[in-house]
């Protein structure tokens, strides 16, 4: 039987958007909501009632504001979109590793060198589960350089979907973004929500591929209240917290017999 994949990409330019016209009951409403939505796909008015409890009547009118709806089902979008991402790199992925087992079986049964048993069968070939993560980690070392065919989230599209100033060659700036580490790949993915807000008129910040080329995801911000910061913004990092604890909050209610 398949594993339930146990994560999915979290989008917290997206989410603060979401949640930005809200208090903060509310904004815990929604982070119970989105975990709702990994646990279920969606939910019904009933199902919302009954997991935000005497919170639903002063928190529905503004959940519903960001909320889509397909019949009687509700969800949030981006939440829809990165479950989906997540399934198909996942069976990208999988597939890729099982021609890379395919392939080597076929070699090494077809190998004169190779030690078999006495139906012919090699005895040296280890099982599918002992090296995937090995190959996985192939697959992000082969695509640091945009080599293959699976590009490692986060990908050029979310970047340049989240940076939203879409100015430049689009080619060479992918280029650019695809010869990063992935460590500066998630840190720039980081910086990019409080980047925004510390410089709300888009027309007045850098282009896509001057931001790469100066790797200014390490510069520091100053906002309009004079507060500083030169890591991952802090209302990430706030909205990173809540997630986790709704998190921790939602399994132990589950773990009870709810849901």
């Known amino acids: 039987m398949a594993k339930k994949d146990p994560a999915f990409l979290f989008y917290d330019g997206d989410a603060a958007r979401d949640v930005s016209h809200m208090n903060r009951i509310e904004r815990g409403c929604y ?38 709806k397909e019949g009687d089902t509700y969800f949030i979008e981006w939440v829809r979109d990165s479950m989906e991402d997540r399934k198909v790199f996942a069976e990208k992925n999988r597939k890729r590793i099982q021609d890379w087992w395919d392939k080597k079986k076929t070699e090494e049964n077809n190998s004169t060198d190779i030690p078999r048993n006495n139906n012919g069968i090699t005895t040296d070939i280890p099982y599918e589960d002992e090296n995937e993560d ?31 100033k879409k100015v430049g060659e689009k080619g060479k700036i992918k280029k650019k973004w695809l010869s990063l580490s992935l460590k500066e790949r998630e840190a720039i993915m ?19 591929e001057t931001f790469l080329n100066n790797k200014s995801w390490n510069d520091e911000l100053i906002f309009e209240n004079g507060e500083q910061t030169t890591k991952t913004g802090k209302l990430a990092e706030s909205l990173q917290r809540g997630f986790a604890e709704v998190d921790r909050m939602f399994n132990q209610g589950g773990q009870t017999g709810t849901g």
């Open 31 to 68: 982070f119970d909501l989105v975990m709702a939505q990994k646990k279920f796909g969606g939910f019904t008015v009933e199902l919302i009632r009954k997991i935000l409890g005497k919170d639903f009547e002063e928190c529905w009118p503004s959940l519903e504001l960001i909320l889509k």
């Open 134 to 164: 090995a190959i996985e980690n192939e697959d992000v070392k082969e695509n640091k350089g945009g080599v293959g065919e699976i590009e490692v989230s986060p990908t050029f599209e979310e970047f340049w979907n989240e940076y939203d």
């Open 190 to 208: 980081d910086y990019i929500p409080n980047y925004k807000l510390s410089e709300p008129r888009k027309k007045y910040r850098k282009n896509p």
